[in-house]
């Protein structure tokens, strides 16, 4: 693969990305205004599980596509998971590995989840860590435009 399909691949996964904040950013407004509660209602719910299911998402996107898509661009090895989260600390990306291993968690606990009470303190985790998750976004974003250029980031 050239560095033409390389960037190509970036640029794609950048507009996912995008999108994907776009929309876990509409949620989280939501839910942050309904709160941290003990019991939500019904449509309350509903808007909790549009925010897990983006959170789960732009996480994805970010860990599983975009940190390996940069790891591509600067031919590095792709390695594992824990690997492309330290090697965006050590580049100056992200503020802190263990906030993406938080996320990163969390997001493996959403597809996992089932009992009531365990998934009311998953929206309560997923209130605490959707600002560092869009927050990490942000600064990926800006880090790609050394490759991308100075395109619009926004929608």
Known sequence: MNQAERLAILIQTEKY??????????????????????????????????????????????????????????????????????????RGFIHSAQDLKNIREIRNAIVHEYQQDDIIQLFHDILEYTPTLLETIESTLAYIKKYTGERSSGF
Not at 19 to 32: A, G, P, R, V
């Open 17 to 90: 990305l995008l999108e994907s904040k776009k929309w876990l950013s509409h949620s989280y407004n939501i839910c942050s205004g309904i709160g941290k509660k003990n019991h939500y209602s019904i449509e309350e719910m509903d808007a909790f599980e549009a925010l897990s299911s983006r959170f789960a998402r732009a996480s994805d996107i970010l860990i599983q596509q975009m940190l390996r898509t940069i790891s591509l661009i600067e031919l590095e090895p792709d390695g594992s998971v824990l690997d492309r989260i330290n090697r965006a600390e050590k």
